[in-house]
């Protein structure tokens, strides 16, 4: 039956260390991309500048990334370092008083001299996009059928109907069970981990060569976050996507991802193979993310170093 569709004395900031990192990947990860060519989403030299009643400040400054289809590049930094800016700027979803420079390439495609209706072609049906928190992402008052349509009857030209066998199929993909009964209900009627769920299917019902996935697992428990993660390295296994993981969780770097970008105060700082920048980070700030997991035979000292204020140095965030 179809479902109802109604309703961190400051730390040097401008090195950026590259690992060599062309060694094998361990079992379950994708071989490093040594051919810049095959890079799905490429960004260079990205910076994204705010208006303030204080004056401009630069929130992310001359950023550059890469990312290939079939592998997991992990962004990682504090909280405020411009991980979450960097992926909206990708989206073209930043504020109206922020303005990006730089380029932003999706399948060849340069983002940022897009119209916006060119854009939206783009968002969604290239790259797609998990957000931090489905409740506030989620429209409360429309069925999940409804939000899960929205997209393919855009994007791909079909019926209501049509997209409704579509979107039950990726929702049987992510392993929700029942997924009939889940079209019908609305976000509410969910628990954290579905809701999660349906927001990564939502994501995939168009296919894109990239899912930006910005902290997807921080308001679940342990137990729904480890089968997000895994449910995120079964779909690039099995689909070949790429997959840019934001978080702040260096645990979830180690068992996830292929590769590592460290950011801080809105700059890159260390790139690498996971292997590599973990067991022996060259970068001060990423040397102090390592030691801040804490360990019982550890004795702690005091941190001697704070990031600058936004007052004291541009790309400050």
């Not at 579509?166 to 929700?176: E, H, K, N, P, Y």
């Amino acid at each position: 039956m179809d479902p109802d569709l109604s309703r961190p004395g400051d730390l040097p900031h401008r090195a950026v260390v590259q690992l060599d990192w062309r060694q094998p990947a361990r079992p379950g990860r994708s071989a490093p991309q040594e051919d810049v060519v095959t890079a799905f989403l490429s960004v260079e030299n990205l910076s994204v500048r705010f208006e303030t009643k204080d004056g401009p400040f630069l929130a992310v400054d001359d950023v550059s990334l890469e990312l290939a289809r079939g592998e997991i590049l992990a962004l990682v930094g504090e909280s405020g370092s411009g991980k979450s800016m960097t992926s909206l700027a990708m989206m073209r979803l930043l504020p109206e008083t922020a303005t990006a420079t730089g380029d932003i390439l999706i399948d060849g495609v340069d983002v940022l001299a897009l119209g916006r209706r060119a854009m939206e072609d783009v968002r969604g049906a290239r790259v797609g996009m998990i957000f931090q928190e489905p409740m506030t992402s989620l429209n409360p008052v429309l069925t999940i059928a409804r939000q899960m349509t929205e997209g393919l009857v855009r994007h791909r030209r079909i019926s209501r109907g049509e997209a409704a066998v579509r979107a039950l199929a990726t929702l049987t993909d992510v392993g929700i069970p029942e997924p009939d009964r889940v079209m019908r209900q609305y976000p509410h009627q969910l628990s954290g981990g579905m809701r999660q769920r349906v927001m990564i299917a939502a994501a995939l019902t168009l296919d894109p060569g990239v899912l930006i996935a910005d902290e997807p697992t921080t308001a679940l428990d342990v137990t729904v976050q480890a089968q997000v993660l895994d449910l995120l390295v079964d779909l690039k296994n099995r689909l070949g996507s790429g997959i840019l993981l934001i978080t702040h969780d260096i645990g979830v770097v180690a068992e996830t991802a292929d590769r590592v970008a460290v950011m801080r105060a809105g700059r890159i700082v260390e790139t690498g193979n996971v292997e590599a920048v973990l067991s022996a980070p060259q970068h001060p700030y990423t040397k102090g993310l390592l030691a801040s997991h804490l360990t019982l035979d550890r004795v702690m000292t005091k941190r001697g170093s704070r990031p600058p204020r936004l007052t004291e140095k541009a790309g400050a965030v």
